[in-house]
């Protein structure tokens, strides 16, 4: 691969991956498996690593979470809640293992609970706050959310002051019994234990939450050595002793071979809990080894997540359907003979596209082997050639578009075909879906079931109609499964979608490359809709981190949607982005913080580099301008001196950001 296809290739991975992590983590409506967004990343970090000099600042390798959502007061975390790395074998435990033998360490197998990561205060033995992970240095503030969760303690065993984190779940049994109450509503069914428990932490009313019966399980005490606490295992049965709910299969082993054995014994085992893992959170005990082990950018040494094989089931595959995506992408998807995985019935699962179909031969009445990785998306992944009926037909993609019947085109170096008719119903319906949705404006109770419904029906024909419902009230009114009081609330909730940030509105408009990060960056260079609508593909292509492809595609959009855009403000969606900047000392440059800063917080240093037009990256490269030293800085320092970019102290900063002002 040439360096100029290398570079494609790195920039490619990182807006699908990035797209992928706001999905996951921000949305709870992750688009692809666990598997493949492994995949994704392990594809990433090896071209990284070959070619440093295309990796972006930002890039997700170097990432921990998701930023916090504005919708929540801030938590800034003293000690940050860190991610692990991945291993998926056994000769990658072996290999974790043996790195970490000079040390001689002892180790702690617990299971990984897939849950949401959650951080709680405690004052004189009293539960007094509570966040969400975030990106690992910022939080969601979820306290009155977490106080319902019953397996939360409000009052500790002992009257101290103390910070744990752990994992807030939904256990399968309330899973299923919430959507047996769901199934009977005709509401949408939630997909998932995790996401389940994702959409119910963060709800803006706690009585939602109450409702929907979370658990936890708690596994760390942060800063132990206060506590008088020097292994892991002490942390668990310190946390126990309290009143905390601490899972009790965990094991201390001391070699690989044990940790091998642990695994072995919980692959199949898992099936029997009445929640999801999704694999083991291998430690060192030791806790005084963890500084002498050390921290890669944005994981421990000393830890690592072993991600058990995604579970597989062989069914029959019954038909091939097509659907239409609000691009105009077209996906084939297999209709299966209902079958469990994961304490889930799946009836259906997605076949990508043509390349996908062609090269595992998927043929109608095949018996293929599903797999759900990491309980979120089923695809089929392979097909059992020895139960293949005669005269099954081979596969053919189809040629016409299966809403409107116009052709289709598959375009050059992509694997999808599209339908280009911008008037297909099935783009139509799916771009509305998608600027109701969660990660775009957020319009609550306006769901995929509501839109197919007000679609049928003929009052949602475009997207600007979802803001002239309220013409309809009486008529939504009587409609089966509505009433006055949920069309009320449906109405106020458009009504308080036009408040939303400039950023989440771009998001919602669906410009191809341009999700939520991408949005942001643009309501911050642009302010409104106005200045982003004109502005150029060379205005655009200047701005750090946007690219060729995005420059081209949302100066095309512009273009060819002024009298949308012109709509969209005339029914009262039209933010302006109030400019909070003090100057340009640093506009369009990076700047990276390292070592202990005295008189700022990190957090408080980032928020400077920011309002004067700058970006607070995390890693040292060619691009970046300046570098902040405080006390013990390490490697950055050392590469910043390597790359010759200039290096100042924390007062020489704040002396120039206040010369500034």
């Not at 007094?128 to 992970?133: A, E």
Request: aromatic share 8%; glycine share 6%.
């Amino acid at each position: 691969m040439d360096k100029n296809n290398v570079r494609k290739e790195i920039y490619r991975l990182t807006e699908r991956i990035n797209e992928a992590r706001r999905e996951y983590y921000e949305e709870d409506n992750p688009s692809i498996s666990d598997f493949e967004y492994d995949s994704l990343m392990r594809d990433l970090e090896d071209l990284e690593k070959a070619y440093p000099e295309f990796a972006y600042p930002t890039s997700p390798t170097k990432q921990v979470g998701y930023v916090a959502n504005s919708k929540f007061e801030s938590v800034f975390f003293e000690q940050p809640m860190l991610s692990l790395g991945d291993i998926f074998n056994s000769e990658e435990v072996i290999d974790f293992a043996s790195k970490l033998a000079p040390f001689h360490p002892t180790f702690v197998c617990e299971l990984k609970i897939d849950g949401i990561a959650s951080n709680l205060k405690y004052v004189n033995g009293m539960f007094n706050l509570g966040s969400t992970r975030g990106d690992g240095s910022v939080g969601e503030n979820i306290t009155s959310n977490l106080k319902t969760v019953k397996t939360i303690p409000m009052v500790l065993n002992q009257d101290i002051d103390l910070e744990v984190r752990g994992e807030v779940y939904m256990s399968r049994s309330t899973l299923n019994r919430l959507n047996d109450e769901k199934m009977k509503k005709g509401e949408d069914l939630f997909k998932n234990c995790r996401n389940a428990a994702g959409g119910s932490l963060r709800q803006l009313d706690y009585k939602v939450t109450k409702e929907r019966d979370l658990d936890a399980f708690d596994y760390t005490v942060v800063n132990p050595e206060k506590y008088g606490i020097k292994t892991q295992i002490e942390a668990l049965e310190f946390m126990k002793n309290l009143g905390f709910n601490v899972n009790p299969h965990y094991r201390l082993c001391k070699d690989a071979n044990e940790i091998l054995a642990y695994l072995d014994e919980w692959k199949d085992k898992r099936d029997e809990l009445d929640y999801d893992t999704d694999g083991v959170v291998i430690k060192v005990n030791e806790l005084e080894l963890y500084d002498r082990i050390g921290y890669t950018a944005r994981t421990p040494k000393w830890g690592i997540a072993y991600k058990f094989p995604a579970l597989e089931v062989e069914t029959e595959l019954k038909d091939i359907i097509y659907t239409v995506g609000r691009t105009g992408n077209i996906t084939p998807n297999a209709v299966l003979t209902p079958v469990m995985i994961s304490g889930s019935l799946v009836q259906r699962a997605t076949l990508h596209n043509e390349d996908f179909c062609l090269d595992r031969d998927v043929r109608i009445g095949d018996f293929v082997t599903v797999r759900k990785a990491g309980e979120i998306i089923p695809e089929v992944i392979g097909v059992n050639l020895s139960r293949r009926k005669e005269g099954s037909v081979p596969f053919k993609m189809i040629e016409f578009c299966p809403e409107c019947g116009s052709r289709l085109k598959r375009i050059e170096n992509e694997a999808n075909h599209y339908c280009l008719n911008k008037n297909c119903k099935g783009r139509i319906r799916a771009s509305i879906i998608y600027f109701a949705s969660k990660g775009a404006m957020d319009i609550e109770t306006l769901g995929d079931k509501v839109v197919e419904i007000f679609f049928n029906l003929g009052y949602l024909k475009n997207v600007i109609d979802i803001y002239k419902l309220k013409d309809y009230k009486e008529q939504l009114m009587n409609i089966e499964g509505f009433g006055e009081k949920s069309i009320n609330v449906l109405l106020d909730n458009i009504e308080k979608s036009k408040n939303n940030s400039l950023d989440r509105v771009i998001t919602s408009l669906g410009i191809r490359f341009v999700g939520g990060k991408v949005s942001k960056i643009l309501a911050k260079e642009f302010k409104s809709l106005d200045n982003l609508e004109n502005a150029s593909y060379d205005d655009l292509i200047k701005i750090y981190d946007i690219g060729d492809a995005i420059a081209s595609s949302v100066s095309t959009y512009f273009n060819e949607n002024k009298e949308f855009i012109d709509e969209l403000k005339s029914v009262g969606v039209n933010p302006i982005m109030e400019d909070v900047s003090e100057g340009s000392l640093f506009k369009g440059k990076s700047i990276v913080l390292t070592g202990k800063l005295e008189s700022l917080t990190r957090e408080e240093a980032s928020s400077l580099i920011e309002s004067l037009g700058g970006k607070a990256a995390t890693s040292v490269s060619k691009s970046t301008y300046l570098v902040v030293c405080g006390s013990d800085a390490g490697s950055k320092k050392t590469k910043a001196e390597a790359l010759g970019i200039k290096i100042i102290n924390e007062q020489e900063f704040i002396d120039l950001v206040n010369n500034n002002k």
